[in-house]
């Protein structure tokens, strides 16, 4: 999964390049592990909310990479028939609610999904994946406090990449940040290694049990690193070549690799893994590129329409 996730977005990437992808698409190359080790431990029928760099989070939950592709080429056929795009990319039926351009906002809908779950009694979660520039927002405060008070089934999951947009969040955040923060409202909290996809995995798989057996919300803090700029266009000048080329050495994908080594895997079969990775999601883009526009008609068929707001107003 992290392979196909790191495919897509550089597939994702060279659309861009190529004058073909509609609005800004923001990268997760280097944040694969959390996507990859948070989504295993959901089922199909549980909710995930995501942020506006949300690719492999929907990948990861379950959904189609061509018509992934085809959404962000706006293209006949995408998973939101071509109206979403990147930043608002959602498949219902694989349970991901949607990503949102709108920073922390996915926080009170996952909140939401929650208390839907909670008042149908199902034994369903709702997870909300959000970045730490997301925990300076409202909706942080306003959705972990309202899960803690009717102690719904939701997970709170930060990927804390150490930037909210091109700004270092230890800039921007008073205190000890976001553990220490909904601690304090009595969410149990757990921080993890994001770039370890075995210790995201232990981690999910324990956080998810006790939501689902009704121990209330629960949060994880995942610290991770994100390699590439806040956009596919950002060249990044706000930090250093030097460290981003650490970071590199931290590659969740190249230490997985490592480890699986070590246990005795075979090298063929992980290159086979990522070439076959790099050919679906190869043949994905080209799909896309070659994908018919919607059909005008259709334009303003999933719109809600009342009429002239004066006419109905006053």
């Known amino acids: 999964m992290m392979h196909r996730i790191r495919a897509f977005e550089e597939s ?20 694969e592990a959390i996507a990859s080790g948070i989504c295993r431990a959901l089922r199909p029928s549980d909710y995930l909310l995501s942020t506006h760099r949300g ?37 219902v039926g694989v349970g991901m609610l949607g990503a949102n351009g709108v920073v922390a906002a996915n926080i009170n809908i ?29 909706p942080f405060l306003e959705g972990a406090n309202w899960a803690a008070v009717f102690g719904l089934p939701a997970l709170f999951v930060c990927e804390s990449n150490g930037f909210a947009s091109t700004t270092r969040t230890t800039a921007m955040t008073a205190g000890p940040g976001a553990a220490e923060r909904i601690r304090a409202l009595g969410i149990p909290a757990d921080e993890v290694d994001g770039n370890d996809v075995v210790a995201v995995d232990e981690t999910a798989r324990a956080a998810v049990a006790a939501v689902r057996s009704g121990g209330g919300p629960r949060f994880i803090l995942c610290h ?35 480890q699986l080594r070590e246990a005795g895997v075979d090298e063929e079969m992980l290159l086979g893994h990522r070439d076959a990775a790099a050919a679906e999601m190869a043949e994905a883009y080209e799909t896309a590129r070659a994908a018919p526009w919607p059909d005008r008609a259709l334009a303003y068929s999933d719109i809600q329409d009342i009429g002239d707001p004066r006419e109905r107003a006053y």
């Open 12 to 31: 994702a990437a060279r659309a861009a390049t190529d004058g073909l992808v509609l609005g800004a698409i923001h990268l997760s190359i280097g944040q």
């Open 55 to 91: 690719h492999g989070h929907t990948l990861a939950k379950g959904a189609d990479a061509v018509a992934m592709m085809k959404e962000l080429l706006g293209r006949d056929g995408g998973i939101c028939k071509g109206k979403g795009g990147s930043m608002h990319i959602a498949d």
């Open 110 to 138: 996952a909140a939401g999904a929650a208390h839907a779950i909670r008042l149908r009694r199902s034994d369903g979660i709702a997870c909300t994946i959000f970045g730490d520039g997301a925990i300076n927002r409202g």
């Open 224 to 258: 991770t690193y994100r390699l590439h700029g806040h956009t596919s266009t950002d060249p990044a000048r706000y930090r250093s070549e030097d460290e981003v080329r650490e970071a590199w050495k931290n590659d969740p994908i190249a230490r997985c690799a490592t």
